[in-house]
């Protein structure tokens, strides 16, 4: 990439990057220090990791080494982004790869802290509503997108979504074979309902959830065997078709200790069933709930989608967006800096 210099754009991209920056610059007081962990200073900054982070993310180079070259090159990437004094590609990679992880997650956690405190919480008289999801994404910088294929080298990332407000509230980092129910009890905090797909199924998950006083709404497989406690009434003109009591599994074997309610309903003509220990909701909001739950899936799956699936608009860097250059509500991830 040769060397060009245009006269007043980089002003015009540090302001946008600024402006970008602003929430993350207010709390980095209160972030953690990442020291060296020798004898030798850091090459590289947490704030410069944010920096290129969010910088590699929105302007979508094509690879880690991609990343280096316009950091080295282009003249705004070197004087307002790159450490000062640059960095060598050996030295990058490292630190990318080794360090940054705790501050990473500490500025993950303020964030919403102050975010929560500024967004109207909907669905108030549903109480707190989490959704809980596992994805698969890839590790690496050069991005082949996640897919489910054996062999392939893969990180999962396990979300805590705050449906209330519309902002992901949790997140955990295991490798791609990590298991996705362990970290249910680590994502909801008592009093809270965790919103969970078929994945998540499983009795003796429900029953620790009630003895820790924490509750769920999860979608179950049509064919779980129930023991019937007792019936409650449904509307004829809703589109719940089953509101029941009773106990999910086969005695002896998996059966839940503790009564769970069922809900069954259709939409299109497909029938979802609902496992859920909340009597106080109307068996139409548990629907309700599990179908925005299916919906806000889509935010996830967007991780997993190959950027040439995406409309031009949408794929287009923020820099370039004419207009509505700035605009972050459009954005979408991109992958982890690697080789």
């Given amino acids: 990439m040769p060397y060009t210099w245009m006269p007043g754009k980089p002003k015009k991209k540090r302001n946008t990057h600024c402006t970008i920056m602003t929430p993350v610059t207010n709390i980095l007081p209160e972030i953690t220090s990442l020291l060296s962990g020798c004898n030798r200073p850091l090459k590289m900054s947490f704030e410069d990791q944010l920096n290129i982070l969010v910088y590699f993310h929105l302007e979508e180079h094509r690879s880690g080494r991609h990343l280096l070259q316009v950091l080295k090159e282009e003249h705004f990437a070197r004087q307002y982004?790159?450490?000062?004094?640059?960095?060598?590609?050996?030295?990058?990679?490292?630190?990318?790869?080794?360090?940054?992880?705790?501050?990473?997650?500490?500025v993950f956690e303020k964030l919403y802290d102050k975010t929560a405190k500024h967004l109207p919480k909907g669905h108030a008289e549903l109480g707190d509503l989490t959704l809980i999801d596992g994805s698969l994404i890839d590790a690496v910088f050069s991005m082949d997108w996640a897919d489910y294929r054996d062999g392939s080298k893969k990180a999962k990332v396990h979300i805590g979504f705050d449906l209330n407000r519309g902002i992901p509230n949790k997140i955990f980092l295991?490798?791609?074979?990590?298991?996705?129910?362990?970290?249910?009890?680590?994502?909801?905090?008592?009093?809270?309902?965790?919103?969970?797909?078929?994945?998540?199924?499983?009795?003796?998950?429900?029953?620790?959830?009630?003895?820790?006083?924490?509750?769920?709404?999860?979608?179950i497989k049509a064919s779980t065997e129930k023991t019937i406690i007792r019936m409650n009434d449904v509307q004829a003109d809703s589109i719940v078709f089953y509101?029941?009591?009773?106990?999910?599994?086969?005695?002896?074997?998996?059966?839940?200790?503790?009564?769970?309610?069922?809900?069954?309903?259709?939409?299109?003509?497909?029938?979802?069933?609902?496992?859920?220990?909340?009597?106080d909701l109307t068996a139409e909001q548990i629907a309700f709930r599990l179908q925005a739950q299916m919906e806000h899936r889509d935010f996830l799956r967007l991780v997993e989608t190959p950027p040439e699936s995406l409309s031009p608009d949408?794929?287009?860097?923020?820099?370039?967006?004419?207009?509505?250059?700035?605009?972050?509500?459009?954005?979408?991830?991109?992958?982890?800096l690697l080789p």
């Fill in 81 to 106: 982004i790159a450490p000062e004094g640059g960095i060598e590609k050996s030295s990058f990679f490292e630190d990318i790869s080794s360090r940054g992880l705790k501050q990473m997650l500490e």
């Fill in 174 to 219: 295991t490798d791609g074979k990590g298991a996705e129910r362990p970290f249910v009890d680590q994502i909801l905090a008592p009093g809270e309902t965790g919103v969970m797909d078929r994945g998540y199924q499983k009795h003796k998950l429900f029953d620790a959830l009630q003895a820790d006083g924490k509750h769920y709404i999860c979608r």
């Fill in 243 to 279: 509101d029941a009591v009773v106990l999910l599994g086969t005695p002896g074997i998996n059966q839940t200790e503790r009564e769970v309610r069922l809900v069954g309903y259709r939409v299109d003509g497909v029938d979802y069933w609902v496992a859920t220990d909340r009597h």
């Fill in 314 to 336: 949408f794929k287009e860097p923020i820099w370039t967006h004419g207009p509505d250059a700035g605009r972050t509500d459009h954005l979408y991830p991109t992958g982890h």
